[in-house]
Nanobody
Framework: QVLLVESGGGLVQPGGSLRLSCAAS????????LGWYRQAPGKQRELVAV???????KYVDSVKGRFTISRDNAKNTVALQMDSLKPEDTAVYYC??????????WGQGTQVTVSS
């Protein structure tokens, strides 16, 4: 059974940093594309960052230069380092794992709140 578990969310002031982590089990982690979505209240889900099995990365424009996605295949984890946080980054963040021909796997979500 595949399981993705996020951690690291919380409350931070504008300009602060948080590091989200997602631990995976029950899968051949290294072959999956991994990433993070977020969903703010009343808004559509948004793809924030993706890292492929070859470690290519992509980001939504609004987080470029502030967020960094990384993966550790030895530990089966994917992380999202979030710096210079803004109130508009407030959302529930979900990690996912994807591979062609399979349904995506999802974590349960972790709340990030950026507020003074």
């Amino acid at each position: 059974q595949v399981l993705l578990v996020e951690s690291g969310g919380g409350l931070v002031q504008p300009g602060g940093s948080l590091r989200l982590s997602c631990a995976a089990s029950g899968m051949l982690f290294s072959i999956y594309t991994l990433g993070w979505y977020r969903q703010a209240p009343g808004k559509q889900r948004e793809l924030v960052a993706v890292i492929t099995s070859s470690r290519s990365t992509k980001y939504v424009d609004s987080v470029k230069g502030r967020f960094t996605i990384s993966r550790d295949n030895a530990k089966n984890t994917v992380a999202l380092q979030m710096d210079s946080l803004k109130p508009e980054d407030t959302a529930v963040y979900y990690c996912f794992a994807a591979r062609p021909g399979e349904s995506n796997y999802w974590g349960q979500g972790t709340q990030v709140t950026v507020s003074s």
